[in-house]
């Protein structure tokens, strides 16, 4: 067994924490048009992928986007990069 034991069994305290930090960033969309970003997460792509396709979009791929852990550390200390 690894260091820390089995993450399936973390305390559910520290999945919360986890799963707040990894919460949706939006939603990336590639269509016959190019990609094009939509806010939300996972429960939405069922209605953006409907509304696009109705709408006569071709649907190549959806990406729920997610936060990075540089993305989490930059609004913890309040920084950019570059």
């Known amino acids: 067994m690894r260091p820390g034991g089995d993450p399936r069994r973390r305390p559910r305290s520290r999945r919360r924490r986890t799963e707040e930090l990894a919460r949706p960033r939006g939603v990336e969309v ?40 540089e993305d989490v550390y930059l609004e913890a200390v309040g920084g950019s990069t570059g």
């Open 30 to 69: 590639e269509t016959q048009a190019g990609v094009r970003h939509f806010g939300g997460g996972r429960e939405e792509v069922p209605k953006i992928v409907s509304s696009l396709v109705a709408a006569g979009d071709q649907v190549y791929g959806v990406c729920v986007l997610r936060s990075t852990l």
